[in-house]
Each structure stands twice: as C-alpha cells, then as structure tokens.
T-cell receptor, first 113, second 112 residues
C-alpha cells in the first residue's frame, strides 16, 4: 500500500520562474488537500480538490497560485512567477471521503533564489 | 481566522518520563487530531477524536477531546528516544470548511 507520493522532494527556482508540484494520493483516495508550512510554523490549508473539481480554495493566494486534479494523473500545484516569500514546504494530503482524517505525503521543499 | 494555541512550544525531558501537551481554541471544532512530524518528512496521523469527552489511546499515547469542543490534550507515557519529533494538534470543522487548522507544534527532545 503506497502512501501519498509527492515529487519533486526538493525544488529550486529563481525569482520569476514557475514551480510545479505534483501529488499522487493514496490508492482509493479521491480527495486531495494542499498545505504550506513555513519554518517553525504549523501547516496552513491552501486548497481542497476532488477529481476535476476545486471544492474549497479559501486558503489559496489570489494571484500566481493555481491547483488542479485532473481525471487522470496527479494533482498539480502551480506557482507562477515565484518570489522569495514562496520558499516553504508544500504538503499534499489525501482522504477516501470528505473528512478530517487526512494522510500526508513527504512534502516538496521549494527554495526560491 | 481560526487559531489553535498549542503548548508547550518545546519540552526537554529524560527518557522514561511522561509527556503532556495541549491545544486550545476560541472556536468549536467537530474533530481533533494529533500528528507527529520528523525532520524532512510529512506529518503522520497518531490519533483522531470525534466526540466531545472522548478519550482514545494508541499504544503509549492517549488523547482526549475536550467537553467544550474547544480543546484537546495528548499524553505520552514512558517516553523513548524514537518519540523525538514535533507534535501538532489539528482540528476540523467540516460543513464546507475542509482544511485542517494546525497548532504551531510542540518540539519534544529526549535526553538519554
């Protein structure tokens, strides 16, 4: 039973470039959540998606950030024109239903130079 | 926005000691969860609590969902070196608010 998979584990981008983070949920899970963690902080919710639909994006910055979860393939979190303040660990979680018990992947550490 | 106040921020204890940490909020939640995170990894779910007053154990870990639905605590008995890590409380409202709200974590450091 594979857990939640995220890649890449580490990503380095220069200011102004695009970052694409991928998440494959656990087998049988169709609900995906993205969170951001700054150093010495807890995780902050960004967006919740089901297959092909964004359900709750209340934590997503209004500009430069977007997320998708296509019918086939992983969920993608895209950050356009990255700035230094985007440097953080981005975690994906999945669940079998719309619920509290969310299982997290190992995260992608984004560094913006 | 909703906030969880987690304490203590860090704990330095001797191996074999019991540990207690807690989380409070001014908001009511329907589910409380406790996660553990180790360096370079994602949070791992330890315990989930669904009813006010519920007391649940997972090995040496015991957690409770407060009666007011605004707080929770986690106890670890007879700590061992592999308990080292950051423990996060998280809470869930549901009803359209699908993200977990996290505390800032308790760093547990164990001295042999």
């Amino acid at each position: 039973n594979a857990g939640v998979m995220q890649n890449p584990r580490h990503l380095v981008r220069r200011r102004g470039q695009e970052a694409r983070l991928r998440c494959s949920p656990m087998k049988g899970h169709s609900h995906v959540y993205w969170y951001r963690q700054l150093p010495e902080e807890g995780l902050k919710f960004m967006v919740y998606l089901q297959k092909e639909n964004i359900i709750d994006e209340s934590g997503m910055p209004k500009e430069r950030f977007s997320a998708e979860f296509p019918k086939e393939g992983p969920s993608i979190l895209r950050i356009q024109q990255v700035v230094r303040g985007d440097s953080a660990a981005y975690f994906c979680a999945s669940s079998p239903q719309r619920e509290a018990e969310q299982f997290f992947g190992p995260g992608t550490r984004l560094t913006v130079l | 926005g909703q906030q969880l106040n987690q304490s203590p921020q860090s704990m330095f204890i001797q191996e074999g000691e019991d540990v207690s940490m807690n989380c409070t909020s001014s908001s009511i939640f329907n589910t409380w969860l406790w996660y553990k995170q180790e360096p370079g990894e994602g949070p791992v779910l330890l315990i989930a609590l669904y009813k006010a007053g519920e007391l649940t154990s997972n090995g040496r870990l015991t957690a409770q969902f407060g009666i007011t639905r605004k707080d929770s605590f986690l106890n670890i008995s007879a700590s061992i070196p592999s308990d080292v890590g950051i423990y996060f409380c998280a809470a869930y409202s549901g009803g359209g608010a699908d993200g977990l709200t996290f505390g800032k974590g308790t760093h547990l450091i164990i001295q042999p």
